[in-house]
């Protein structure tokens, strides 16, 4: 398991770390959809156990490869909208652009596109500036 402790009790987890996501209640056996993404950022330490995190990370960064880019775009989007992803960004490394989805009261919605130079901050940690 791969973390990195930032602010606040937040930490960074990368690939491999396993995300459970249950669909209601189920206990950890029953729970089918297991994820894990490039980048989890977690800030609620209490959901996390020696199998890795249960319930929705607050922010999911996903880099797109040709393998794995409509998986995540299409597939990967709706499940982390289905089950409150705060947040989720793409990172085209080839086209050089971020897709940044915002969860809200409708779900995703169309995404903020930006080039990836310049800085930006997510809105899941509003005091962390990315340049």
């Known amino acids: 398991m791969a973390s990195k402790a ?6 960074v987890y990368i690939a491999p ?9 189920e ?18 330490p209490s959901k996390l156990d020696e199998k890795g995190y249960r319930g929705a990370p607050d922010w999911i960064i996903e880099i797109l490869f040709p393998t ?19 947040e989720y ?11 940044m989805y915002r ?10 596109i930006l080039p990836t130079v310049g800085s930006c901050t997510p809105t899941a940690i509003p005091d962390l500036v990315i340049d």
Do not use: N, S
């Open 17 to 25: 770390f396993d995300i459970r996501l249950p669909y209601r209640d």
């Open 89 to 99: 960004w793409l990172v085209h490394p080839t086209d050089r652009v971020l897709l």
């Open 6 to 11: 930032t602010a606040a009790g937040r930490r």
């Open 68 to 86: 794995t880019a409509a998986k995540d775009q299409i597939r990967r989007r709706a499940l982390y909208e289905r089950h409150g992803v705060r």
């Open 103 to 112: 969860l809200g009261t409708d779900g995703y919605g169309k995404p903020d």
């Open 27 to 44: 206990a950890d056996a029953a729970v089918e959809m297991v994820v894990q993404p490039d980048i989890a950022v977690i800030c609620d």
